[in-house]
């Protein structure tokens, strides 16, 4: 990595304030963050620029139910570089009614320790 420094703005979604983060980095690392306004914005700034991770929202195809699709959604964060990987292994499921909200879709999605659980309800037709 290089050691060139650069800076780097962002909007924190950390609280209501939306604060505008001037964020230094040094070799791709946070060396300091600025303008924040509570203290969850270096935290969140320092893991969106070094580790971003992103809940990942999407629909699997439902086989004999009322609906034709279900939502479903990661049940925590995955690392962004995977959400790629996780939407292929999403991609193409077919589930059988009925399906429960709650239910494990893919348990440890894309090896991200991290399942896939519907989020509603489809019953049968």
């Keep these: 990595m290089s050691d060139q420094a650069s800076i780097r703005t962002m909007t924190c979604i950390q609280c209501p304030r939306s604060c505008r983060l001037t964020v230094s980095l040094v070799g791709g ?4 963050v600025d303008g924040n306004g509570c203290q969850l914005g270096p935290i969140w700034a320092k893991r969106e620029v070094e580790d971003p991770v992103r809940t990942l929202t999407t629909s699997v195809r439902v086989m004999g139910g ?8 990661t049940r925590g964060a995955i690392p ?4 790629a990987q996780a ?8 589930l059988w009614a009925p399906v429960e909200s ?3 879709v893919v348990p440890d999605l894309a090896g991200t320790g991290v399942d896939l659980v519907a989020t509603r309800s489809v019953g049968s037709i």
């Design 80 to 83: 962004r570089r995977l959400v």
């Design 87 to 94: 939407l292929a292994a999403a991609k193409g499921l077919n």
């Design 29 to 32: 690392a946070v060396s300091s």
């Design 102 to 104: 709650g239910t494990i």
């Design 66 to 73: 009322r609906e034709e699709l279900v939502s479903v959604r």
